[in-house]
Structure formats: structure tokens, C-alpha cells
């Protein structure tokens, strides 16, 4: 079962209700919100009241993103204000295990994000306490950035790390997605595709969501 989840990062901010729409008539299941804090990330998004706006807004599930430092300071927040799912960095959070305990125990899916340079040991001790773990194809930051393709070797190893131990893990991939690789991603492992610029840089997103969707199926 592969979710597209579009990334709001690339959206019209004015006019997010009818980008939501339309991402739901073109069948996404899930949102992606992207929380930056200026100092994890070099780059600052929106926060708590844009999860409650989006929250009221939408049917999707919302994947909320932290990209800030020490996010487990804030996770129950988000889980309040509605997220359905919460990541946090490995190189942001010292406290992991607390972290992840913390959003499942608030209600929402715990995810576990790394960059692309970040080894995948470093999420390992992590694996039985998450339901997702976001797999970084872009330096976080921005949207619009070119597809890291070291990332594919690397989502195949993570998909072989996940299915060994037995853990029922998925895998989201996020960063630089769109029709010319999601198959490659779905292909390697991935099961929820974080889009962004693919699909709010397009001047019909729910069309935009179907072409990934149809693109995807290329290889499975
Ligand atoms: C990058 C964000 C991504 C971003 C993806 O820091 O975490 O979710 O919005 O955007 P595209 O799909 O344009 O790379
Ligand atoms: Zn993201």
C-alpha cells in the first residue's frame, strides 16, 4: 500500500483549504507538514497554529515533520494540535527513546527522520519504538532540492534492516520525488512518498498527485 503525502512546504499558503482539497480529490491519504526552526535547519516554517489550521481543514492523516532542535520538547504539542504522525531527527534529539515513547503514548504514529550523510546505525536502537522512519533523499531545508540518488542503496539496506529484525516498520521517503524516480523509491522499499514541489509547483496538483501515483505502479 503506497501513500502519496504531499509536502504543504510548496503550497499557497493563502489559499491552503483549496490546496488540501484538491490534494484529496487527486487521492493523497496523508499531509506533510514541515516544521523548521532556523537552528536544526537553516530555514523557518510554520508551527502549532498551521497543524491545528490544517488538522480542522483536512480528512488526510497529518504527518508532521520536526526539522528542530530537540523536537521532544514539543512532540505532545503536535500531537495535540492533531497530528496523526510526529518524526523527529536522529541528529536533533539526544533523548530518542523518550521522544518516540512520548508521541505513541500522546496518540500519534512515531516516526524516526535521518539525513542523507547520517549513518543508518544511528536509527538502529531505535527501530522497535517507531512506527516510520523518514528517510532524508534531500538535505532537509527546503523544497525544490535535487534527488540525493545515494539514497536509494540506502533505503534498500533500511528496508533489508527493517524485514531481518522482523519489526513492522514503513519506510517514507522524502526529498526531491516526482515522476522520474518514485518508481525507483517505491521499488527500493519506500511506502509513504513525501512530494512537495511535484505537486503544488504544478498548476493542477490533484492531476499532479495522480501522475505519481500512476508513475509509482511503473515497477511493482
Ligand atoms: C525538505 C522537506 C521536504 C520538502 C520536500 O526539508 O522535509 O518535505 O518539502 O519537497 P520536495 O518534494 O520539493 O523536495
Ligand atoms: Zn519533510
Do not use: C
Amino acid at each position: 500500500m503506497i501513500d502519496i503525502a504531499p509536502s504543504i512546504l510548496s503550497a499557497d499558503f493563502a489559499r491552503l483549504g483549496e490546496e488540501l482539497k484538491a490534494i484529496e480529490a487527486g487521492g493523497a491519504s496523508v499531509v506533510h507538514v514541515d516544521i523548521m526552526d532556523g537552528q536544526f535547519v537553516p530555514n523557518i516554517t510554520v508551527g502549532l497554529p498551521v497543524v491545528k489550521a490544517v488538522r480542522g481543514a483536512t480528512r488526510l492523516l497529518v504527518d508532521t515533520h520536526l526539522m528542530i532542535t530537540e523536537p521532544g520538547r514539543w512532540v505532545e504539542q503536535f500531537v495535540e494540535a492533531g497530528s496523526s504522525m510526529v518524526s523527529v531527527h536522529v541528529e536533533a534529539e539526544p533523548h530518542l527513546h523518550r521522544a518516540l515513547t512520548t508521541i505513541k503514548s500522546s496518540g500519534a504514529q512515531a516516526g524516526v527522520a535521518i539525513n542523507p550523510a547520517t549513518p543508518l546505525m544511528a536509527l538502529e536502537e531505535a527501530l522497535p519504538f517507531v512506527d516510520y522512519v523518514v528517510l532524508m533523499s534531500v538535505n532537509p531545508g527546503f523544497g525544490g532540492q535535487k534527488f540525493i540518488r545515494t539514497a536509494l542503496d540506502k533505503l534498500r539496506r533500511l528496508r533489508r534492516l527493517i524485514d531481518e529484525r522482523g519489526f513492522k516498520v514503513r519506510i517514507e521517503i522524502d526529498g526531491g520525488i516526482d515522476t522520474s524516480n518514485i518508481a525507483e523509491a517505491v521499488a527500493a522499499g519506500a511506502e509513504i512518498i513525501v512530494a512537495g514541489s511535484a505537486v503544488f509547483n504544478n498548476a493542477d496538483p490533484a492531476q499532479a498527485v495522480r501522475d505519481l501515483r500512476n508513475s509509482a505502479a511503473q515497477f511493482v
